[in-house]
């Protein structure tokens, strides 16, 4: 009699613990979906400006945005910064995974018993999209910014530059090709 007690509360705790699992998974998978349309419908993205642009200090906080064959940043403090579309002469897409939560997130690492500090760190990290800008200034200068995206959002700014950058724009591109090599001479 214990013993068919005791098995079917190892049961019942194997069906909780499966559809804890099955409600998380579902979840992700939800978050994921979102986290990759949400950029699509709006233009502007809401980035962190690592280094390269004049008067930005790094590590700003700011909006990216494509408006009037510019690619414009505007940060939450400072003047706000454009590069014109024909002057990018590429873009890179990379991605970085950091761990988030600092100091608490770590305590709670080292304080979970048993190597449970192992499981709090497969959930401790999240993915961004590295964006690399190379560009010419006004001048035929060469420069370049580099910009920390959330997920998912650096193809979608990819595929808005390369919107932007159609055959009839090509013009302007030859232009500034053709001052770079002038100023180069």
Known sequence: MIHRIVASKHISLMLICLL???CYCT???AQDHDAINAPAASSTLH???ILGFEGVSNNANGDLSIQDR?????????????VPIGAIQDLFLGEQDKQVGGKPMMLA???????????VSLFA????D???LEYLDSNGGFHGAIFQLNQGQGPVLRSELEAERTP?????DEATKRNTEETSK
């Open 20 to 22: 804890l699992l099955v």
């Open 27 to 29: 979840g992700l998978i």
């Open 47 to 49: 980035v962190t400006h």
């Open 70 to 82: 510019a690619l414009r940043f505007k940060p939450h403090e400072g003047s706000p910064v454009q």
């Open 109 to 119: 690492k080292t304080a979970a018993p048993y190597g449970g500090g192992r499981v």
């Open 125 to 128: 990290h999240k993915k961004y």
């Open 130 to 132: 590295i964006v690399t």
């Open 168 to 172: 009839g724009n090509r013009v302007a």
